[in-house]
Each structure stands twice: as structure tokens, then as C-alpha cells.
């Protein structure tokens, strides 16, 4: 993948797509899968995890990635602004439920992977204080961790808090998952693919990444993503990679393939 400079990116038109170069990072992978899904190209757009990202924050007013760009229109940042603009961009297939109460239920499950507070926050807040644990948060060369720490709010309460959360958000999701089956249906939400199977595939990579030939990464980053289990005393469901690698299998390429 040939990733613009986001002074190159701002003179062009179109649908860009701003990401961590070369990380799988879940809420980028996940912007991407609802791209794929929908059959909408997009040029992709270098951002630096955890760094200054002056140029970019020229361009859209934010650091961040991912974001998504339509032509002249303000940079959406937020996982449901991009959803929102994927299924007006591309209406079929659609990634949110038609029925009103599954369509509600599809948004809170997806708030609990991908927004504050949810599943993908929380393990942020778990690895920060692995870090701050390991190593004095003033010290030296920690500059892109503290300032991604400040943007989850990090502290020593919350992290410490963090492990619960997780545990109890990823026996939700095995739960409903259970139930889904036991009602014949193979998907989170309904009973077609929407867009919180395409989010828990992506940010199941917090719990164990994809296997190295799949998804090559720095042992580094390997270790970082990788759930210690148990966590707060509760092994992961074997159900949630199972959901994952059938969502891959059936319905994506791989991370950083595309």
C-alpha cells in the first residue's frame, strides 16, 4: 500500500483515508473493512502513532488516525462518522440493521468495541499502564505514550479498573454471540454480516493478533496487543476468535493488505 503525505493527500480529491502506516490498528482495520465491504476506494494517508502529526493537523484539525476525507468536506474521525459516510457513499450492502430496535442494538454494541469506554479504550488504558507501570512516566522517550495516554484520560485508578471492564465486555460478547447461535443466526447483530462484525474482527486483535504469516507485526507490538490471560480472573471465550477468523475467512483480506 502507497501511503500519501497528508500535504500530498490535501491537494486531491476523493475518498482518503488517513492510518497508522504499517500497525494494525483496530480502528483503522475496521475503517478499512467497512470500506472493503462496500467496494470504496480510498487512497490511503500516512499518520505516525503517537506523534506530533503536524501536517496533518494542518490539513484536517487533527492528529489522529483513522479519518476519512471526502473531497472538500470536513475530516470525520469518529467510527460512526465513518460508518455514516461509508452507507451513504454505498448504500448496498448495508452494514446497519433495517429493524429499529437491532438497528439501536447494533450501535450500542459497537459504542462497546470502538467508542469511549468501550472495549478498544479500555485495553488502550491496560497497555499504557503496563508502561507507566514498567517505566516512570517522565522518563525520557515516552513523549508519544504520554500523549496518547492524556487523550484516554489515563491514570493509576483507571487503569488499574481496566481489567474488569475488559472481562466483562468480552463475556458480553460471547454471551450474545451463544445466543445468536442458538437462534440459528451466525452474526453479532441479525442475521446477515454488519458493521459490528467487521469492528470485533478488527479489535479481536487485542485480544490475540491474527498469526504472524497472517498479520506481521513487530514482536513488540505482538506482546503489546496480546491479552495476558486470565484477565480479572476470566479466560476469553474461544467463541470471540472463532467469530473473528470466520469474519476474515468469508469477508476480508487480511490486516495491511490492503
Known amino acids: 500500500m502507497h501511503y500519501l503525505e497528508p500535504s500530498e493527500a490535501r491537494g486531491k480529491t476523493g475518498l482518503r483515508l488517513v492510518l497508522t502506516e504499517g500497525v494494525p490498528g483496530p480502528w483503522g482495520e475496521a475503517a478499512k473493512a467497512?470500506?472493503?465491504?462496500?467496494?470504496?476506494?480510498?487512497a490511503p494517508v500516512r499518520q505516525v502513532g503517537g506523534g506530533e502529526n503536524a501536517e496533518l493537523v494542518a490539513w484536517t484539525g487533527h492528529g489522529n488516525a483513522p479519518q476519512?476525507?471526502?473531497?472538500?468536506?470536513?475530516?470525520?474521525?469518529?467510527?460512526?462518522?465513518?460508518?455514516?459516510?461509508?452507507?451513504?457513499?454505498?448504500?448496498?450492502?448495508?452494514?446497519l440493521?433495517?429493524?429499529?430496535?437491532?438497528?439501536?442494538?447494533?450501535?450500542?454494541?459497537?459504542?462497546?468495541?470502538?467508542g469511549e469506554q468501550g472495549f478498544g479504550w479500555t485495553r488502550r488504558l491496560m497497555i499504557f499502564h503496563a508502561v507507566f507501570q514498567a517505566v516512570p512516566a517522565d522518563?525520557?522517550?515516552?513523549?508519544?505514550?504520554?500523549?496518547?495516554?492524556?487523550?484516554?484520560?489515563?491514570?493509576?485508578?483507571?487503569?488499574e479498573a481496566a481489567p474488569a471492564r475488559v472481562a466483562r465486555l468480552l463475556g458480553m460478547l460471547a454471551e450474545r454471540l451463544r445466543a445468536q447461535r442458538e437462534r440459528g443466526r451466525a452474526f453479532l447483530v441479525g442475521d446477515a454480516l454488519s458493521a459490528v462484525d467487521l469492528y470485533w474482527a478488527a479489535f479481536a486483535a487485542m485480544v490475540a493478533p491474527l498469526p504472524p504469516a497472517l498479520c506481521p507485526m513487530s514482536d513488540f507490538m505482538r506482546q503489546t496487543y496480546t491479552l495476558a490471560t486470565p484477565v480479572a480472573g476470566h479466560e476469553p471465550d474461544p467463541i470471540l476468535l472463532e467469530h473473528r477468523d470466520r469474519v476474515y475467512e468469508e469477508h476480508l483480506p487480511l490486516p495491511l493488505e490492503f
Open 68 to 95: 476519512a476525507v471526502l473531497d472538500g468536506e470536513p475530516a470525520r474521525c469518529g467510527w460512526a462518522e465513518i460508518l455514516f459516510l461509508a452507507e451513504r457513499l454505498a448504500p448496498e450492502p448495508a452494514l
Open 97 to 114: 440493521p433495517a429493524d429499529p430496535a437491532e438497528r439501536a442494538l447494533a450501535f450500542g454494541l459497537a459504542h462497546e468495541l470502538c
Open 139 to 159: 522518563a525520557p522517550g515516552l513523549e508519544g505514550p504520554r500523549r496518547m495516554a492524556r487523550r484516554y484520560g489515563y491514570d493509576r485508578a483507571a487503569g
Open 34 to 42: 467497512i470500506f472493503h465491504v462496500k467496494g470504496i476506494p480510498f
